[in-house]
């Protein structure tokens, strides 16, 4: 019997908005980010994200900065608070319903997303998926830095990840299903098993047709 295996982008696929700009923001609106021009920074480099020309470690180099001073037990809570105040309660309908229902069916469930681990494992933790991973950074003496630790789960990345992931739960070779809306998960998006388009961006709906992708609606 197949077991099907249900991995999910997070931003602008499972939450309607991108987490790591909530997250800016939220650090702005707490004045960790004390910079007056850190989210409008923010802002313009998320801009390359969405057309697929983003450099994600100059990213993660600003991005941190407001963090490097804080134990990384205080970036969790932190993170915590975000993601229920701001970011939870943008989850798509659709997708907390899928999410129960392949709960309530056993069926295993993954997130893979390029914003950072603390953020993703902390949505994942609430909204009910298990599994999940997201750019890992070096820690040293107890604080994050803005170095990736490892592969991150960015373009490419993503498929060595999950193959990686994949390496030590063969049971799931050949079912894979993946949910995205970014042109920066096409390897991802090629190499599932099947596919599915939640509000794909316009580079990425060009490829529906020739790959005979789904295309969702969800909002």
Same mark, same amino acid.
Request: charged share 20%; aromatic share 10%; hydrophobic share 40%.
């Given at each position: ?108 469930? =993954?997130?893979?997303? %390029?914003?950072?681990?603390? &953020? #993703?494992?902390?949505?994942? /933790?609430? @909204?009910?998926? $298990? ?56 390897? =991802?998006?090629?190499? %599932?098993?099947?596919?599915? &388009? #939640?509000?794909?961006?316009? /580079?990425? @709906?060009?490829? $529906? ?11």
């Amino acid at each position: 019997m197949p077991t099907p295996l249900y991995v999910f982008d997070m931003d602008d696929t499972l939450i309607d908005g991108d987490c790591a700009m909530i997250w800016s923001e939220y650090l702005a609106d707490k004045g960790i980010a004390s910079d007056p021009d850190f989210v409008a920074q923010d802002r313009l480099i998320m801009s390359r994200y969405a057309s697929g020309e983003m450099d994600m470690e100059d990213y993660l180099d600003f991005a941190m900065q407001p963090l490097l001073t804080l134990p990384t037990e205080q970036v969790q809570r932190l993170a915590d608070d975000c993601v229920a105040t701001r970011i939870v309660p943008r989850l798509f309908p659709q997708a907390k319903a899928l999410i129960k229902q392949l709960t309530d069916e056993r069926i295993q469930m =993954l997130i893979i997303s %390029a914003s950072v681990s603390f &953020l #993703v494992k902390a949505v994942a /933790r609430k @909204i009910g998926v $298990a599994e999940a991973m997201g750019i890992d950074m070096v820690i040293e003496n107890n604080h994050y830095t803005t170095h990736i630790l490892g592969t991150p789960t960015y373009r490419d990345g993503k498929v060595t990840r999950l193959n990686e992931w994949l390496a030590k739960r063969p049971q799931y070779v050949g079912q894979v299903h993946f949910f995205t809306d970014s042109i920066n998960d096409l390897p =991802l998006c090629l190499h %599932a098993d099947f596919t599915y &388009l #939640v509000n794909p961006c316009t /580079r990425l @709906i060009q490829y $529906a047709q020739p790959q005979q992708w789904p295309i969702l609606k969800w909002g």
